[in-house]
């Protein structure tokens, strides 16, 4: 037995034959009591597999996710704010590369799960406020995984405070930091809950989108123009008004990002997306 925490073996991308819901099976389990073992001795890893195990052959990834945080709840101390620290000391380090990462950061799901199910409610936390803690969590997984799910709720609940945090991360030294800024306040993220008051008006993540348009980070760009191209599906104006300020002073490096944004409407030949990509070229 090592004395580090682990990831479970996975492949880089999904396999013929194979379910992404298979990533947290049998062995990311044994791992997940492994690193939870290493820093809360008390910790009833075998009853935690036997629980965790139990039921999991028919759910999805996400569904795992859910089921794997419901039996840390269970195992691990009733206070979420000691709950979430021992996790905190269970990760294994933070990611350095942005592009290539493989499937093996999806043993962090049922992390962001914990956090998104029991970090907001004082109920929880001895009738004390979680969202510091919640926040710190998230900084930590989203540097091992992606906190782009478990921000949601937040945002949704507390709009306003967790803009507030996001708006400070937008100058973090971590790509993966800063990824989330943008890719967690999406408005129609797939895969994730969507959030209604940024579909309606995404105007109060404009800030965020502004401060990471030039990003020295493909990989927080990239999310930077997904985001645009999200905003486009219901506020096409808002987002060609966006991309046409952008435009001036642009480097070629923003204008990847701009025709990029627009790419969706370009192909159904929305006159205003087609002259800003010719305009970006």
């Known amino acids: 037995m090592t004395s580090t ?3 479970p073996s996975a ?5 013929k034959g194979m379910s992404l819901a298979d990533l947290l099976d049998r062995e990311a389990i044994d791992c997940l009591a ?21 039921g999991l052959k028919p759910l999805s990834i996400l569904q795992r996710g859910h089921h794997l945080a419901r039996t840390l709840r269970e195992y691990l101390p009733e206070c979420y704010n000691d709950a979430v620290h021992i996790l905190i000391q269970s990760l294994t380090p933070p990611q350095t590369a942005t592009e290539d990462l493989g499937l093996g950061v999806f043993f962090y799901l049922p992390h962001v799960s914990f956090v998104a199910t029991y970090g907001m409610d004082p109920e929880h936390n001895r009738g004390h406020d979680p969202f510091e803690i919640s926040m710190a969590a998230q900084y930590e997984l989203t540097r091992r995984f992606s906190a782009e799910f478990s921000i949601r709720p937040f945002l949704i609940r507390w709009p306003e405070r967790t803009l ?3 708006v400070t991360w937008t100058d973090d030294p971590d790509p993966h930091v800063r ?4 890719e967690g306040t999406r408005p129609r993220l797939p895969w994730a809950i969507r959030i209604p008051a940024f579909i309606k008006d995404p105007r109060p993540v404009l800030p965020i989108l502004e401060a990471l348009k030039d990003d020295p980070d493909l990989y927080v760009r990239r999310s930077v123009a ?14 060609f008004e966006l ?4 435009l001036e002073g642009a480097t070629k490096e923003r204008k990847w990002l701009l025709r990029h944004a627009v ?4 192909k159904k030949g929305v006159k205003a997306a087609l002259r800003i990509r010719r305009l970006a070229k």
Do not use: M
């Open 5 to 7: 925490p682990r990831l």
């Open 11 to 15: 492949p880089h991308s999904i396999q």
């Open 34 to 54: 492994h690193n939870i073992s290493l820093v809360y001795p008390t910790f009833d890893g075998k009853a935690f597999q036997r629980t965790a195990r139990n």
């Open 164 to 166: 507030a945090q996001l």
């Open 179 to 182: 990824r989330l800024c943008s």
């Open 226 to 239: 997904n985001h645009i191209s999200d905003i486009a599906k219901d506020h096409p104006r808002l987002a």
């Open 243 to 246: 991309c046409e300020r952008w």
């Open 263 to 266: 790419r969706h409407p370009a």
